[in-house]
């Protein structure tokens, strides 16, 4: 059963420490999302690639984020200081050719 | 800037009672409209696309529709199990370009 998988499923931490999340796509997928869902703006994306490069981070807080591509089986997003704000969940999905998108079953980020 | 407005927030229905969600868009050359369903603590499940206006898609006691302005998710005789959010998500033609949200409807089936 081929699904998107993510690590870890929950997460709490202080403010100040780094917060790495991670994504195992869909085995032949080569398009990787990273949205961040919160009850107030919804699902925003944060970044995209194809082909393990990446095409768009413009919804990311660059100072702070960053996201990665190591290989097509795995990607990662890093915050670098964590911020309370930063509390919310972060879903990573994979798709097919601008297909439809298979979502994860997220990271709940708690930043105290 | 490619928008995706939906209405209402929040919908409660009697089992049996049928009722449609709207999704409104605004896009630069619709390349697909999806829909997904959301169960609390979990991540989307995709439920169809629509690429074209005039077409339809089916399961089970959904059914969605797309016109050039906006696609309507009916639900037909809904069971307590229907519970959930529904979201609505647009791309585009131009480049390469992700989905985009809308915020979702919450909708509750009471017994």
């Known amino acids: 059963d081929a699904r998107v998988t993510q690590t870890p499923r929950h997460k709490v931490t202080e403010m100040g420490q780094e917060v790495t999340m991670r994504c195992q796509p869909i085995?032949?997928?080569?398009?990787v999302f990273w949205y961040r869902q919160t009850m107030m703006q919804g699902l925003e994306l944060l970044a995209y690639?194809?082909?393990?490069?990446?095409?768009?981070d413009s919804g990311m807080p660059k100072d702070r984020f960053s996201a990665e591509m190591p290989d097509a089986t795995l990607a990662t997003l890093k915050i670098q200081p964590s911020e309370p704000r930063d509390s919310a969940v972060y879903f990573c999905?994979?798709?097919?050719?601008?297909?439809?998108?298979?979502f994860g079953q997220g990271t709940r980020l708690t930043v105290v | 800037e490619d928008q995706v407005t939906q209405s209402p927030e929040a919908l409660r229905l009697q089992e049996g009672e049928s009722s449609s969600l709207n999704c409104s868009y605004t896009?630069?050359?619709?390349?697909?409209l999806f829909w997904y369903r959301q169960d609390p603590g979990k991540g989307p499940e995709f439920l169809f696309t629509?690429?074209?206006a005039g077409e339809e898609k089916e399961k089970e006691r959904l059914k969605a529709t797309l016109t050039k302005k906006e696609s309507f998710l009916h639900i037909t005789a809904p069971k307590p199990e229907d519970s959930a959010t529904y979201l609505c998500?647009?791309?585009?033609?131009?480049?390469?370009?992700?989905?985009?949200f809308g915020k979702g409807t919450r909708l509750s089936v009471i017994a």
């Open positions: 999905a994979s798709g097919s050719d601008s297909r439809e998108a298979f």
């Open positions: 085995l032949g997928h080569n398009t």
């Open positions: 690639f194809r082909n393990r490069a990446p095409l768009d």
């Open positions: 896009v630069s050359g619709l390349r697909g």
């Open positions: 629509l690429y074209s």
């Open positions: 998500a647009v791309q585009a033609w131009a480049g390469n370009t992700p989905l985009v």
